[in-house]
């Protein structure tokens, strides 16, 4: 089955309690999931056990056609070979390289179109006159934009942000929200349908002003503590 699959997935650090307990994700092609739940109950480290960048303990993780990672066997698939695009917390802009060329680092010699597309999409995020900026002299919400673009830019199979609107402010994030929909479209995302727990593991997340709900999101997984 394609879309990308985690199979009863647990993960701990340094052999103490699980982080993750048998977590089971499954997110069809097309579709946007949202990860809800309290400060520390590990929605960082799912993504990060998706993507490669923690060895998988126990579980399956599937992109696609292909397993990427199996506790058992100890099968592990690089991050870089597995087909994601990542935006994680610290955005980790590549510091000696410019904005443009940030966002256009993981693409092909010869893709004219794509570059042609980052131009106009650092348009669209507001910040054109920044093309040829390094990082360090963007704000945080600029960095986080360009962190964005970067995940997008080689049209990836599977996008994995980790609060990629978390460093923006209201406005801008409303903005961002509609010109990454937009983007989004190639990868065939259905961004305004409604909200529904795809799979519920408990308490829900509570103090969230209406602007910090994930409308992006068709499915919403929470997890619990
Ligand atoms: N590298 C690590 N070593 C040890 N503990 C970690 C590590 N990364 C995360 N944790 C712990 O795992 C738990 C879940 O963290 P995290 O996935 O970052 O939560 P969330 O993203 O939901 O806030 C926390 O208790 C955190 O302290
Ligand atoms: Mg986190």
């Known amino acids: 089955m394609s879309g990308l699959h985690l199979n009863n997935v647990s993960h701990a650090f340094n052999s103490g309690n699980p982080v993750l307990n048998g977590v089971s994700v499954f997110v069809a092609p097309g579709e946007l999931v949202c990860l809800l739940g ?9 993504l990060r056990v998706a993507a490669g ?8 993780v599937t992109i696609g056609e292909r397993v990427v990672a199996e506790g058992r066997h100890g099968k592990h698939i690089p991050t870089e070979k597995r087909g994601i695009g990542l935006m994680f917390q610290d955005y980790a802009l590549f510091p000696h390289l410019n904005v443009l060329e940030n966002v256009t680092f993981g693409l092909p010699e010869n893709a004219a179109d ?16 920044y093309a040829a900026s390094y990082p360090h002299i963007l704000s945080g919400g600029q960095q986080q934009r360009v962190a964005l673009l970067r995940a997008l830019a080689p049209e990836p199979r599977v996008l994995l942000l980790d609060e990629p609107f978390s460093g923006l402010d209201v406005t801008r994030r409303v ?3 509609d010109v990454f929909g937009q983007h989004a479209q190639p990868f065939r995302l259905r961004p305004q349908s409604a909200c529904g727990y795809r799979q519920g593991f408990g308490k829900s997340a509570h103090g969230r002003s209406p602007d910090q709900r994930p409308r992006l999101a068709r499915s919403r997984l929470r997890l619990d503590r």
């Open 38 to 46: 309290p400060s520390g109950c590990g929605k960082t480290t799912l």
């Open 53 to 60: 960048l923690e060895r998988l303990q126990v579980g399956q």
């Open 114 to 129: 794509r570059r042609q597309w980052a131009l106009s999409a650092l348009s669209r995020m507001g910040l054109a006159d």
């Open 175 to 177: 903005d961002i929200r």
